[in-house]
């Protein structure tokens, strides 16, 4: 006990639980070489404390017990910010103005009563170590669950309720989502704006475009997961978004059915997306911490201090660079995506592929107007998603830029491609009262060699597209599911 005792373990087996414990709650996500970089920081970020309190204490578990209490106050942040906001709504006990200090007087005292204390800290120690101890073998357990589970879930070559087709035409496919493209519908009844001419052009190239399209899901990692499933997402209706919600969206996506079947006919696949799929990582822009350990890190001080506080910061000080780049981010993801989607075109490849591009256009920020001239830099930060003005000049400028890719797909491809144009849900940042049904309606266009069109309803919704898609070009019998509108809170 003593031996265990005298070292502060904890301070490293915190962080080892903390990320182990995210990995296993979010499996199948955070790649393994991630979630070590991310343990790694978190260590030596500990080293680092532990060793300027040492100058402070002269005594390691002492060291360790403070530099213990500012790390478990960084991991755990985001879980009692959470507790305090459901059970004190609205009340200046869930606000950062009282948090904030109430921590630094915590930690005042917590340094005080540690140095005056005369007595060792063995017993405190010794808890603390074999708890976290404890707590690491049952999350390695249930992790080594998961993960035989999964290897037996994967030894199916096809989903559920699909048969092979081995005489089927196999196209590569381009599979577009235009994050936030709203239906014409929308656009003529509540931006005085008609997108008959882009539908036009659409038609004399071959598209057939669903006039009545709408999504099941009024946000982009819920209405992505449940088109690629082919299905509803196992959560309740009408709620507001959480973490473990999110987590359910981007292992639906990643390990979606529309893929998996396409795969079993020996499809490849190119991830030009935001999101993860196993061996090909989002494409978007590269920071210190992979994006994929969001999921993990997301519940962090510092990660709800950069949500909540930092870009009111950054507005309210003006600091242009950094405004610069948070408003940019997506610009420049579009370029890579639509760069690498137009390459993919005129690379040859052996076998059918699947590309799935995902491009914030026209999203927010609306960073051009309809001729491709740059909107200033105040129009694109925070606040300004409201324009609708401005959303009408960027999607006119993203017409031109989706009937170019279009084009060059069509040209550059050996055979005829299957292309499908999807926006993944209606706007959402209207200042009027609207029938949400805007919050839904898309823009839904498709390209197939044999032009047979005929499964497609005038008001097909996003889950039951690709089941219509299979059922004509892959010869499968899938039945197609009630349309739901489903809301979630932001």
Not at 119 to 124: I, M, S
Not at 199 to 208: E, Q, S
């Given at each position: 006990m003593k031996r265990i005792s005298a070292v502060p373990l904890f301070l490293f087996l915190l962080p080892v639980f903390f990320v182990l414990h995210g990995c296993m709650e979010n499996y199948d996500f955070v790649p393994v070489k991630d979630a070590l970089l991310l343990t790694g920081l978190y260590c030596a970020v500990s080293a680092i404390l532990v060793s300027f309190f040492w100058l402070f204490y002269r005594n390691i578990l002492k060291a360790g017990l403070v530099a213990f209490s500012i790390m478990a106050f960084h991991f755990f942040f985001g879980s009692v910010h959470d507790s305090l906001k459901k059970y004190f709504p609205e009340t200046f006990a869930s606000k950062y103005s009282f948090i904030l200090p109430a921590a630094l007087v915590l930690f005042l005292l917590v340094l005080?009563?540690?140095?005056?204390?005369?007595?060792?800290?063995?017993?405190?120690?010794?808890?603390l170590n074999t708890l976290l101890m404890i707590l690491i073998v049952v999350d390695s357990v249930l992790l080594l669950t998961k993960v035989m589970g999964t290897s037996k879930q994967e030894q199916l070559a096809i989903p559920d309720g699909m048969t092979p087709c081995k005489d089927c035409p196999k196209p590569d496919i381009y599979f577009i989502i235009a994050d936030e493209y709203v239906g014409n519908t929308t656009l003529k009844e509540k931006f005085s704006f008609d997108n008959s001419g882009f539908?036009?052009?659409?038609?004399?190239?071959?598209?057939?475009t669903i006039p009545y399209s709408s999504s099941n899901y009024n946000f982009t990692p819920y209405s992505v997961a449940s088109t690629l499933n082919m299905d509803y997402l196992d959560i309740r209706v009408q709620k507001k978004a959480d973490q473990s919600d999110l987590a359910l969206c981007y292992s639906t996506i990643k390990n979606n059915r529309f893929l998996k079947f396409l795969q079993s006919e020996g499809y490849t696949f190119r991830n030009y997306s935001i999101f993860d799929f196993k061996g090909q990582p989002a494409r978007t822009e590269v920071t210190f911490l992979p994006v994929k350990t969001k999921l993990i890190t997301g519940q962090t001080f510092l990660s709800r201090f950069n949500r909540d506080i930092r870009y009111h910061l950054v507005t309210n000080l003006e600091t242009k660079t950094e405004i610069k780049r948070m408003a940019y981010g997506f610009l420049h993801n579009n370029e890579n995506i639509y760069t690498l989607t137009q390459q993919e075109a005129v690379i040859p490849s052996p076998a059918p592929k699947l590309v799935l591009t995902h491009l914030h256009l026209p999203h927010y920020p609306y960073y051009f107007d309809k001729d491709g001239k740059e909107r200033p830099l105040e129009k694109l930060v925070e606040g300004n998603q409201t324009d609708k003005a401005a959303y009408v000049q960027y999607l006119q400028y993203g017409n031109k830029k989706y009937l170019e890719l279009i084009d060059h797909i069509l040209k550059e491809s050996r055979t005829p491609p299957i292309i499908i144009l999807m926006g993944d849900h209606g706007f959402r940042h209207f200042t009027e009262e609207v029938d949400l049904k805007y919050w839904y309606l898309n823009q839904l266009s498709l390209y197939t060699p044999g032009k047979n069109y005929a499964a497609y309803s005038d008001s097909l919704t996003n889950v039951n597209f690709l089941r219509a898609l299979l059922n004509t070009e892959y010869k499968q019998q899938i039945p197609l599911l009630k349309d739901q509108a489903i809301f979630i809170e932001e």
């Open positions: 005080v009563i540690i140095k005056k204390r005369k007595k060792p800290l063995l017993k405190l120690s010794f808890y539908i036009n052009d659409l038609a004399t190239r071959g598209f057939h």
